[in-house]
C-alpha cells in the first residue's frame, strides 16, 4: 500500500482559510467514509481532530472541517489561530484491513 | 482516562531484534470495541502504521513490513507489544502505541501512547 498523497506544507495568516488534500485510492479513501485527520505539534504525539470524514471529537474547535469527494479528503481550517501550527496527517482504513496515513503537511501560520 | 505507556530498549544494534511493549491502563485490551496498534514515526519524516491486534489474537500488518513484525497480546496483563526481527538504520524511529475504533468510527485512532524513541545502532 502506498502512503495517502498530501501537500508537504501550506501555510495562512490569522483569521485566514487553509485547506489540505488528501489523495488515496479506491482501495483506501474511495472506498470507505474512515478517513482521519491528526495534528502533530512539534515533540508530541498525534491528536485526533476529524474522524469519519467529517467528525470532530469533543474538545476540537468547529473551525476545523472535514469533506470527501472521490479518492480526496480535505480539512480545512478556519480562523487560522497561531496554535494550530504543526504537522497534520490524514489516515485510511483500507480494504485489506489496514491503514495508511498521509506523508504529512507542515502548517505554518504567518 | 485512558493511558497507553509504551516500554523498551531505547538502543538495539543492527540486525538484531527490536521488542516493544503497551500497557494499557483505564480500559481493558478485551473490549470487543477497539484495536490495538503500534505506529512508527523516524525522525523529522511522517506517520507509518505497523500493526494491529485484536484481544482474540486476530492480526493486521502493513504488507511492507510483515515479513519482520511479530505483534502479541497478553490480556492477563492487558498489555500489548512488537518485535521487529532484522533491525536496520532504516528502523531508527518513535514507536507509539494507540487504540483504534473497531465497531463504531472504526479506523480512528483515539488514544496514543507518549511514543519511545528507539534507535538502532551499527
Known amino acids: 500500500q502506498s502512503a495517502l498523497t498530501q501537500p508537504p506544507s501550506v501555510s495562512g495568516s490569522p483569521g485566514q482559510s487553509v485547506t489540505i488534500s488528501c489523495t488515496g485510492t479506491?482501495?483506501?479513501?474511495?472506498?470507505?467514509?474512515?478517513v482521519s485527520w491528526y495534528q502533530q505539534p512539534p515533540g508530541t504525539a498525534p491528536k485526533l481532530m476529524i474522524y469519519e470524514v467529517s467528525n470532530r471529537p469533543s474538545g476540537v474547535p468547529d473551525r476545523f472541517s472535514g469533506s470527501k469527494s472521490g479518492n480526496t479528503a480535505s480539512v480545512t481550517i478556519s480562523g487560522l489561530q497561531a496554535e494550530d501550527e504543526g504537522d497534520y496527517y490524514c489516515?485510511?482504513?483500507?480494504?485489506?484491513?489496514?491503514?495508511?496515513f498521509g506523508g504529512g503537511t507542515k502548517l505554518t501560520v504567518l | 482516562q485512558l493511558q497507553l505507556q509504551e516500554s523498551g530498549p531505547g538502543l538495539v544494534k543492527a540486525s538484531e531484534t527490536l521488542s516493544l511493549t503497551c500497557t494499557i491502563s483505564g480500559d481493558s485490551i478485551s473490549s470487543t470495541y477497539y484495536f490495538w496498534d503500534w505506529i512508527r514515526q523516524p525522525p523529522g519524516k511522517g506517520l507509518e502504521w505497523i500493526a494491529s491486534i485484536y484481544y482474540s489474537g486476530t492480526t493486521y500488518y502493513s504488507p511492507s513490513l510483515k515479513s519482520r513484525v511479530t505483534i502479541s497480546v497478553d490480556t492477563s496483563n492487558n498489555h500489548f507489544s512488537l518485535k521487529v526481527n532484522s533491525v536496520a538504520a532504516a528502523d531508527t524511529a518513535v514507536y507509539y502505541c494507540?487504540?483504534?475504533?473497531?465497531?463504531?468510527?472504526?479506523?480512528?485512532?483515539?488514544?496514543w501512547g507518549q511514543g519511545t524513541l528507539v534507535t538502532v545502532s551499527s
Open positions: 479506491s482501495s483506501d479513501v474511495g472506498s470507505y467514509n474512515r
Open positions: 489516515s485510511s482504513y483500507t480494504t485489506s484491513s489496514t491503514v495508511v
Open positions: 494507540a487504540r483504534r475504533g473497531r465497531i463504531a468510527a472504526a479506523g480512528t485512532i483515539d488514544y
